[in-house]
């Protein structure tokens, strides 16, 4: 992963615990590796100009954009692998675990289709066939 992917990636983690713009010198503290605050600035300016972050006004911080969570959801929390579930009892172990509710509905093929931002406080995953 290079500077510019863990930035944004450190980005979006400090964003989804704050709800509130990152700035560079928040952004450097939690960064692994030694960089100056006016670079981070510069890698801001980029990852505007690629569409994956945005500054909601003069001289605050910067915040990812839906596509840029949809882009880390995707990547991180959402794997290709089958994962086989032998018993009702092991999902529900599995929905305690992580704290989600969940549905199940039989299909042969859905994709996700959408992801919803409600309030800032919950993700709607929207999946369709």
Not at 1 to 27: A, F, H, W
Not at 44 to 73: I, N
Not at 74 to 99: M, N, P
Request: charged share 30%; hydrophobic share 35%.
């Amino acid at each position: 992963m290079d500077k510019k992917e863990i930035i944004l990636n450190t980005i979006i983690e400090e964003y989804l615990k704050r709800s509130s713009p990152i700035g560079s010198n928040v952004l450097k503290e939690r960064l692994d590796f030694d960089i100056s605050a006016s670079t981070i600035r510069v890698y801001f300016k980029k990852l505007s100009c690629e569409g994956t972050l945005e500054q909601l006004h003069t001289s605050s911080g910067r915040v990812p954009t839906w596509d840029a969570l949809k882009m880390y959801w995707r990547e991180k929390y959402l794997s290709t692998q089958e994962v086989e579930i032998q018993s009702i009892e092991d999902l529900q172990e599995r929905v305690r675990e992580f704290g989600v509710y969940c549905l199940l509905q039989y299909a042969n093929e859905y994709r996700l289709s959408e992801i919803i931002n409600v309030n800032d406080r919950y993700l709607l995953i929207i999946f369709e066939p």
